[in-house]
């Protein structure tokens, strides 16, 4: 098995590494507003460039926060279903640079003469 490029690990204790979109269904289906309230998940580097979290907050439905001081996003949103939270995370994931992992590409290319 290769290297973790990132790891969820949630407040009860439960780790992933490299967790696919229906592993993270699971374990934010898993989250609730007692013992088990958070999953964060994150690169396994000791200062990780960016993080994504989702709790579950006192007014209900989950909240997702998405950081990347790389890339100067900070984003805080509020979902209700689990399903595109998953979708979601596992997209804005590929997108991050990990260390001794492929470099994302843009295929925004522009024709130019």
């Known amino acids: ?3 973790a490029y990132y790891r969820a690990d949630s ?11 229906d592993a ?8 609730n507003g007692s ?4 999953v964060v998940i994150q690169p396994g ?13 006192d007014e209900g439905g989950y909240e997702v926060v998405r950081r990347d001081t790389t890339r100067r996003e900070h984003d805080i949103a509020t979902e209700a279903s689990i399903d595109q939270i998953a979708r979601d995370l596992t997209i804005w994931m ?14 925004n290319f522009q024709n130019t003469p």
């Open 45 to 57: 580097d000791d200062d990780p460039a960016w993080f994504t979290s989702v709790a579950v907050p």
């Open 1 to 3: 098995m290769g290297a």
């Open 11 to 21: 407040e009860n204790g439960d780790r992933i590494d490299d967790p696919s979109e």
């Open 24 to 31: 993270l269904f699971m374990l934010i289906d898993d989250l």
């Open 35 to 38: 013992d088990d309230t958070f």
């Open 94 to 107: 590929a997108a991050r640079d990990f260390p001794g992992g492929p470099t994302p590409h843009n295929s």
